[in-house]
């Protein structure tokens, strides 16, 4: 029995980070692995699984193909593809806009009201919870960060935000 030939997937995953400009420890967060874990990979010491691998190849914008070395693969897409998980850690992650005009708070408390709801009785929820998810964080965050000196309003926003992130930690989410 002859041995495969070693793939080059780590030096690959490597450059196509690099290629976009950024650090391990993002690409690894937003993949749910390990910088640890990624560094190896990289460096050749670890071999993903498939799991990881496309998640990788997602999160960078290549086919699984492409990292793998098959020169023949289809060329990197303009944009990652961003779904479930991913999206509410980008929506967790994003740069908040100062610009933004907040909603009012009670606006606020009844969508994180309205997504426990779905959440406690949907038979579809991580559906459910998916679609409404990330834009509610978005709009969530950019409240309360632009309520920054409104007394009134911002308890109730960071109430509502707080609810919000014990929903986030209930349940295996998307």
Do not use: N
């Amino acid at each position: 029995m002859t041995d495969l030939p070693t793939l080059p997937t780590g030096a690959l995953i490597r450059a196509a980070r690099r290629r976009d400009g950024r650090p391990q420890t993002a690409v690894a967060g937003l993949c749910g692995i390990s910088t640890d874990y990624l560094s190896q990979i990289e460096r050749g010491r670890k071999k993903p699984s498939g799991d990881v691998l496309a998640k990788l190849a997602a999160e960078l914008g290549v086919a699984v193909m492409t990292l793998l070395g098959d020169d023949d693969a289809p060329a990197a897409k303009t944009e990652p593809t961003v779904t479930g998980g991913a999206a509410m850690v980008q929506a967790l992650l994003q740069r908040k806009d100062a610009s933004l005009r907040p909603a009012p708070a009670h606006e606020s408390r009844d969508r994180v009201e309205q997504a426990w709801k779905v959440w406690q009785t949907s038979p579809t929820r991580f559906t459910d919870a998916e679609s409404i998810l990330p834009g509610l964080i978005r709009d969530a965050e950019g409240t309360v960060g632009a309520l920054r000196t409104d007394a009134g309003e911002r308890p109730e926003a960071l109430r509502a935000t707080a609810d919000l992130y014990g929903l986030l930690r209930s349940g295996q989410l998307p």
